[in-house]
């Protein structure tokens, strides 16, 4: 089973395991694919996610391995990102909503990040692994699908079984190897430590 635990997250105090263990991998075991109700449960823990007013400023284009949508998202991706997710189960573009009828949404970003935290941990749920790319051409992915303008691609996922990590060309498998580490936490907190 991939990945390994010494890449668990280091922290102060016990935190839920499935927090503790989650981590982007580029490794995907490839020819896999995922089965339509986790698809759909990936999108209902999106959508189940909290927004500002309830404004939910989310939209998702979602691929499936080996269908002309997938290569249209995979050749919208920087070339690096490319040579790694062509092997994803499944791409996900998150789309964010920055008006809706009553004007601007200024939190879209904030919420829309955070539902896609919701469907990281219902993949993670589902024995699935998750990395987000920001490194794709925005324009030319909202051309793509005929977004309109107030709709902006904001992240893709790439989404599968975890891989074997030893299996990556070297140029690629650096993040999966790599010791993985967090700023401080003192260094996080304004004005102090919290139990002040
Ligand atoms: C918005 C966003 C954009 C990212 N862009 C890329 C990317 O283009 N390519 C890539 O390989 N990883 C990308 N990542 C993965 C991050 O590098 C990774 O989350 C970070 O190094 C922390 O590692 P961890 O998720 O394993 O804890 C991105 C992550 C996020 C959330």
Not at 56 to 61: A, E, K, L, S
Not at 62 to 86: H, M, Y
Request: overall charge negative; glycine content about 8%; proline content about 8%.
């Amino acid at each position: 089973m991939y990945p390994s635990t010494d890449r668990h997250a280091e922290t102060s105090v016990p935190i839920h395991p499935l927090l503790a263990s989650r981590q982007s991998t580029r490794a995907l075991e490839p020819g896999t694919d995922l089965d339509d109700a986790q698809i759909t449960a990936l999108l209902e823990a999106a959508r189940w996610s909290p927004s500002e007013g309830n404004t939910q400023p989310w939209r998702f284009i979602v691929a499936k391995r080996d269908t002309p949508d997938f290569k249209r998202i995979l050749d919208c991706l920087n070339s690096g990102n490319a040579e790694w997710a062509q092997h994803a189960s499944l791409l996900l573009v998150a789309v964010r909503t920055e008006t809706d009828s009553k004007g601007p949404l200024k939190r879209a970003a904030y919420d829309l990040g955070q539902s896609m935290a919701h469907l990281t941990f219902q993949a993670m749920a589902e024995g699935l692994t998750i990395r987000q790319m920001g490194g794709f051409d925005d324009e030319a992915l909202a051309g793509e699908f005929g977004l309109p303008p107030e709709f902006k691609p904001t992240s893709v996922a790439a989404i599968g079984v975890p891989g074997d990590p030893a299996a990556l060309p070297e140029d690629l498998a650096g993040p999966d190897r790599r010791e993985r580490r967090r700023l401080p936490l003192e260094d996080l907190l304004i004005g102090g430590a919290a139990s002040q």
